[in-house]
């Protein structure tokens, strides 16, 4: 094995058992390994026996609706990256595109004409 790294999440809970605090880090983080706070996180694990995927997705009390929406924003172009790295698949991966900047104009992130020039 050439190396290992690490990555941590923390979750407080609230007496109610949601989440408060949310902190992680990573061993090859550059900027340190102190934990670092977030407001949400979603993670997906694809198991290579079931073939199933497998998700946690957080978020605390704190989280405000635009910042949701932000981070689904992100979160669905970033899959659509990540999509056409691993499959070549230009088409799909531009209707995946498509669909984040769609919900980019719906929710206020991006101006309708950004979204109008881009296309």
């Given at each position: 094995?050439?190396?290992k790294?690490?990555?941590?999440?923390?979750?407080?809970l609230?007496?109610?058992k949601?989440?408060d605090?949310?902190y992680?880090s990573?061993?090859?983080?550059?900027?340190?390994?102190?934990?670092?706070?977030?407001?949400?996180f979603?993670?997906?694990?694809f198991?290579?026996?079931?073939a199933?995927?497998?998700?946690?997705?957080?978020?605390?009390?704190k989280?405000?609706?635009?910042?949701?929406?932000?981070?689904?924003?992100?979160t669905?172009k970033?899959?659509?990256?990540t999509y056409?790295?691993?499959?070549?698949?230009?088409?799909?991966?531009n209707v995946m595109?498509?669909?984040a900047m769609?919900?980019?104009?719906?929710?206020?992130?991006?101006?309708?004409?950004?979204?109008?020039?881009?296309?």
């Amino acid at each position: 094995m050439q190396g290992k790294s690490t990555i941590q999440i923390d979750v407080e809970l609230d007496d109610n058992k949601h989440p408060d605090k949310i902190y992680w880090s990573a061993s090859d983080n550059p900027q340190g390994n102190e934990p670092i706070a977030c407001k949400a996180f979603l993670l997906s694990v694809f198991d290579e026996v079931s073939a199933d995927t497998f998700r946690i997705d957080l978020w605390t009390s704190k989280l405000q609706v635009a910042e949701m929406d932000r981070l689904m924003f992100q979160t669905f172009k970033s899959m659509a990256d990540t999509y056409f790295k691993a499959t070549n698949n230009h088409e799909l991966a531009n209707v995946m595109h498509n669909f984040a900047m769609y919900f980019g104009e719906q929710t206020g992130i991006v101006p309708k004409e950004e979204n109008e020039n881009l296309s």
